[in-house]
């Protein structure tokens, strides 16, 4: 039996508008965009231009630096457009889809229990799947000629109006456990999954893993990010490389070896208090996110977030489903100015203190809105970060490391620890509105070039 990890730091937010355990599907969109701005630390080099046909599964562009690193198209179809930015740096890869079938690329069917690890490595580079797979620190695509000490699976998710992780795997479940079983060969037998203590996806949805290996987190979030269980059940030293999957991603990997092809169609949660009716779609990754909200809002004036409320990207409806979204949050935009402020009761007010009466109903749901009620103001020691960072670091001062820029400092305060999301909370309590987050994203970047 693995262990039984009860995290008491932390907050739970409470919001409306959770996805009702319904999906539908969504038809591909004309246009499918692939955006090499969501990944991290490649320079992409392309291998296809307008008016070149390709299937799904054929690689469009791959890394300067790590040419085996290929990064493939979710649809076939042509090539429509190259969209640049500044410098002539590549933004999307518009292709416009097949109406009719789809085309794949080929790759071979194999049982990932009964191949070595060189064998799955090559199958997941050939086929450009081996971007779901990032490493610990940075946050980035993982190297293949790296061993990782560990890979590590958070089987649910605690942030705000999260996906129900039971429900989307419960679909998949077949290629879920054949991706677990790729990915214990690549970890050499160490894989880790962590899974809820208050239900959700149990020891019998994980196949034949060890239940040593499979662990319990009962508390609130951020228990689900995969950085806090990692923290918790094999913390990263220097000189160590740790790799983790969202579940989503080990069902992609499932298929891969299941059909030999490569089908990048995953379930998105649409949830947020603006959305008429909150639940999920069976869509395909970069496609337009108006084929997906379209006509299910309830309001024009509203935020769209890829992702959660705390780590998630703005976006507006004529964008593309990014490469790792699998939730998308619309909520009220709150640009209007507030009488009197913190001056009222704010019965309806979410608060950690008990600034506001609020604090009486603990178990309210909240419909909040985009307002930051204050800006930037002096950085000082309140003791905030640490109820609701559950990790055995010291949040200030690993912040004001970064700030200053020293490398030493930073390495004994755990920089190689954290990324951005395990600090969501910490921004989102702070009371000095300090960017925690994009902080953090300085640091781990300044370390990874000059560390």
């Known amino acids: 039996m693995g262990k039984q990890i009860n995290i008491r730091r932390g907050f739970n937010i ?15 969109s004309e246009i499918i965009a692939i955006k090499p701005t969501d990944f991290p630390a490649i320079t992409p080099k392309l291998l296809v231009g307008p008016g070149d046909e390709v299937l ?57 229990a009964k191949i070595d690890r060189a064998k799955v490595i090559e199958q997941l580079l050939d086929s450009g799947c081996w971007h779901y797979i ?10 293949s000629v790296d061993v990782p000490k560990a890979i590590f699976v958070s089987c649910f998710d605690s ?4 996906p129900d992780m039971a429900y989307v795997i419960g679909q998949n479940k077949e290629s ?14 160490n894989l880790h999954l962590g899974i809820s ?35 918790h059940i094999d913390p990263i030293k220097a000189g160590e490389r740790v790799w983790f999957v969202h579940p989503q991603d080990v069902v992609i990997i499932g298929r891969l070896f299941l059909e030999g092809r490569y089908r990048a169609d995953r379930i998105v949660a649409l949830t947020g208090s603006s959305v008429s009716t909150p639940q999920y779609f069976h869509a ?15 309001s024009d004036h509203c935020r769209i977030i890829q992702g959660n409320v705390l780590t998630g990207k703005k976006s507006s409806a004529d964008g593309f489903l990014s490469f790792y979204t699998n939730q998308i949050t619309v909520i009220p935009e709150g640009d209007q100015p ?8 704010g019965f309806q007010k979410l608060s950690l203190s008990r600034t506001f009466f609020s604090w009486l109903a603990p178990n309210r749901v909240y419909d909040l809105d985009t307002n930051m009620h204050g800006e930037e103001r002096a950085f000082v020691m309140t003791g905030q970060y640490d109820k609701v960072l559950p990790m055995n670091i010291m949040p200030v001062m690993l912040l004001k490391a970064i700030l200053a820029r020293d490398i030493e400092r930073m390495e004994q305060l755990g920089i190689y620890e954290v990324s951005e999301e395990d600090f969501a909370l910490c921004e989102f309590v702070c009371t000095s509105k300090i960017d925690v987050q994009k902080i953090i994203a300085e640091g781990l970047t300044y370390m990874q070039t000059e560390g």
């Open 56 to 112: 799904a599964g054929q690689a469009l562009f791959y890394d300067k630096d790590r040419p085996n690193l290929r990064f493939p198209s979710p649809v076939s179809g042509e090539v429509a457009e190259v969209v640049r930015g500044a410098k002539r740096r590549i933004m999307e890869i518009r292709i416009l889809a097949d109406r009719q079938e789809t085309r794949y690329k080929e790759f071979s069917k194999a049982d990932p």
């Open 176 to 189: 879920f456990q054949a991706g677990l079983q790729a990915l214990q060969v690549l970890a050499n037998g």
């Open 284 to 298: 395909i990754t970069g496609q337009t996110l108006d084929s997906i909200i379209g006509g299910r809002l309830n």
């Open 14 to 28: 409470k919001l409306k508008g959770t996805a009702e355990n319904v999906t539908t599907e969504v038809p591909t």
């Open 134 to 143: 990032r490493q610990r620190p940075y946050s980035i695509i993982a190297d």
């Open 338 to 345: 507030e009488f009197l402020g913190w001056l009222l009761p």
């Open 197 to 231: 203590a208050d239900g959700g996806l149990g020891e019998s949805d994980m196949g034949s893993i060890s239940t040593d290996r499979i662990h319990r987190f009962k508390g609130p979030h951020p228990a689900g990010n995969v950085g806090i269980q990692i923290h």
């Open 159 to 162: 942030a705000p109006l999260a």
